[in-house]
């Protein structure tokens, strides 16, 4: 288990809070944040004395000092777990984790809205297969399904790979 607080996690990284040390009063408004053992929380920017972070689907602002009193532990994930875009079973939500391929590709798929942690959705499936055609941050799209191979990711919900 890898316990650190908060405020070593950089831009992208995920983690699950563990314990947030404060006041009863300050507590119980923290509570009312989403800032609960077991909530999963993401890094969106980082600053010199500050950080965005996402909670609940929610974006917040906190600061260094208070990212401290926060003790999480981070998410990770294995090799073996990741699959490829282009083996999603449709109606599968996935988390990207990495684009491969050439830089003008990666660029052009960054482009689109397909970056390292956007939560992408299979829609469906052009008869033979390609293209596919998936949701990624609340617009649809159609990419190729040698473009989809080259995207790795982690399931979230709707099973594994195609049959």
């Not at 944040?33 to 950080?51: C, P, R, Y």
Request: charged residues 30%.
């Amino acid at each position: 288990m890898d316990t650190l607080t908060l405020n070593y996690l950089r831009k992208g990284e995920s983690a699950k809070i563990l314990h947030v040390y404060a006041e009863a009063d300050q507590k119980k408004h923290l509570t009312n944040l989403g800032f609960v053992a077991g909530a999963s929380i993401t890094i969106l920017s980082t600053q010199e004395d500050e950080m965005i972070i996402n909670l609940k689907g929610t974006r917040l602002g906190v600061s260094k000092e208070f990212t401290k009193r926060v003790t999480i532990e981070r998410i990770s994930y294995d090799k073996k777990d990741l699959v490829a875009l282009s083996q999603l079973k449709v109606g599968s939500k996935a988390k990207v984790i990495k684009v491969e391929g050439q830089a003008q590709f990666r660029k052009r798929i960054m482009d689109m809205g397909i970056t390292k942690n956007a939560v992408i959705e299979l829609v469906k499936l052009a008869p033979l297969g390609d293209p596919l055609e998936i949701r990624v941050r609340g617009y649809q799209l159609s990419i190729r399904k040698s473009e989809a191979e080259l995207i790795q990711t982690l399931v979230l919900s709707g099973g594994e790979k195609n049959a």
